[in-house]
């Protein structure tokens, strides 16, 4: 095997390409979040596009470069499990025997309790969501109101006086 001088290794996290082998056993079959927001609209990647980003699978707007000017690929991790920490472990060459906890809910009550004990403050948003669905919702429950701008909502009302703190 040839040795490198210096490897850049880019992770785009949380920016899946079509989903893996076990997408189904995890509720994320059909997930593709590069893919969908390509379809959306058009993605000025040229770099990415040529380093060979286009070439994992198809995206919209965009076409494979014919000889891309890197090494690419799609990962999917050896270990049980779909959440960033585990793909991160692998990366660093570690494999773990079970998944880590999933809380699809939130984390338990007792250990929201004991950390904000813990940090002298309360918490907000114990729950899994998209960034846009968090600040909908964060929104709605703070300030008592939700729309399409939600997320400027949610900053409104964190400088706003009226919010209970």
């Known amino acids: 095997m040839r040795e490198f001088e210096r490897i850049f290794w880019m992770v785009l996290d949380s920016v899946g390409i079509g989903e893996l082998p076990d997408a189904a056993e995890y509720g994320d079959a059909g997930r ?54 585990t793909g991160h472990w692998e990366m660093a ?32 948003g114990n729950k899994p969501a998209s960034v846009r669905i968090s600040s909908r919702s964060l929104a709605k429950s703070m300030c008592g109101r939700a729309s399409r701008s939600s997320t400027r909502r949610v900053t409104a009302c964190f400088k706003s006086p009226r919010m209970k703190r």
């Open 32 to 85: 593709n979040t590069l893919g969908h927001i390509a379809e959306s609209r058009p993605l000025e990647i040229p770099n990415l596009v040529r380093l060979g980003l286009a070439n994992i699978a198809p995206l919209k707007h965009q076409t494979p470069a014919a000889a891309p000017l890197g090494a690419y690929g799609k990962g999917a991790t050896r270990s049980p499990g779909k959440d960033t920490t």
């Open 93 to 124: 060459g570690v494999w773990l025997d079970q998944a880590f906890p999933v809380y699809k809910n939130g984390f338990p009550k007792e250990l929201i309790e004991e950390f904000e004990k813990q940090i002298g403050r309360k918490t907000i």
